[in-house]
């Protein structure tokens, strides 16, 4: 039977670091999260925006809670940015103010319901 040699903490953790060090950078994910939130959100207002002008009308409190919905739903975890540019696209939409809190509380009372 072969038995398994335990590594001196210090040992691993350089071992660690080596293989590390020796990954290039372009292989790990360089894509901010806080960037991609509000790039994704204004590129799908965009969006429906140029399918109401083509309809001849605008957009709605309906549809600008469902982009944001949208864009809400990619927070899975407590993320500091993410989280800062759902409040910053949350200012932006003051007018739409009651519709984006009752989908911020449904998203609450969904997560709550999963614990």
Request: hydrophobic content about 40%; some cysteine; aromatic content about 6%.
């Amino acid at each position: 039977m072969q038995s398994t040699k335990l590594l001196n903490p210090k040992t691993a953790t350089k071992a660690a670091e080596a293989v590390t060090n020796t990954m290039p950078n372009e292989l790990l994910p360089q894509k901010s999260p806080a960037s991609s939130i509000l790039d994704r959100f204004r590129y799908l207002l965009k969006q429906r925006q140029q399918s109401a002008v083509e309809e001849g009308g605008g957009l709605s409190t309906e549809d600008m809670v469902e982009i944001y919905g949208t864009v809400l739903n990619e927070l899975t975890f407590n993320s500091k940015p993410i989280i800062t540019d759902l409040t910053i696209i949350a200012g932006e939409l003051r007018e739409h103010g009651e519709g984006i809190a009752d989908a911020l509380c449904g998203r609450i009372v969904e997560v709550c319901i999963f614990f």
